[in-house]
């Protein structure tokens, strides 16, 4: 199964196929979840915060209303995200108020604030997760690893080399073949 995102996942979504919305739930309930703790919502209430998300899309049939004419679709999920996010501090506003010492809308001010840069912070070390995880299903395991070492740990090209029982030129040249295969492969899959 593919770990990524691309127009044709969504396109077995908005077919009904249950194993598109099983990957998509994997991919995005993670995603989702880290902008959750990111944003304070405690432990006990995140899983639900997040399955009231996949679930708006999913009853409300967000993925096929979505028109990537209109945004993309990362602006999409952000919209519903937020949404809920919003509920949710109004929420615990409601059932908290007496214990805090400023209004509805300063506190949701608070909670919100940053939410759309952190929002594209997060999203784009999604796609080089959701990437890296593709690369590695789709090249030589110690090739992977080299470049891991090499490039995603920074490890000096020499270490990497001796561990590795290679030479200092192949990490090189493993570091610019995968290097480029990882933003070939980001650029086509993640028209986001």
């Not at 299903?137 to 690893?145: A, V």
């Amino acid at each position: 199964m593919a770990y990524t995102t691309r127009m044709s996942l969504l396109s077995r979504v908005r077919k009904g196929e249950e194993v598109s919305w099983e990957e998509f739930y994997k991919i995005y309930s993670k995603y989702f979840s880290g902008l959750c703790r990111k944003r304070g919502i405690n432990e006990n209430d995140l899983e639900d915060v997040v399955q009231d998300i996949i679930v708006e899309i999913y009853e409300k049939n967000k993925i096929e209303k979505y028109n990537k004419g209109m945004a993309k679709f990362r602006t999409y999920l952000f919209y519903v995200f937020r949404s809920n996010l919003t509920k949710y501090w109004r929420s615990f506003y409601k059932h908290n108020k007496d214990n805090l010492e400023f209004d509805e809308e300063l506190f949701l001010s608070q909670k919100l604030t940053d939410l759309e840069k952190d929002w594209n912070k997060e999203w784009a070390k999604h796609k080089l997760g959701q990437a890296l995880i593709e690369l590695k299903n789709s090249i030589d395991l110690t090739t992977y690893q080299i470049f891991e070492s090499y490039v995603c740990e920074g490890n000096s090209a020499k270490n990497v080399a001796d561990f590795f029982d290679t030479t200092t030129e192949n990490v090189y040249q493993i570091k610019h073949r995968t290097k480029k295969m990882l933003t070939d492969y980001i650029n086509k899959n993640w028209k986001d």
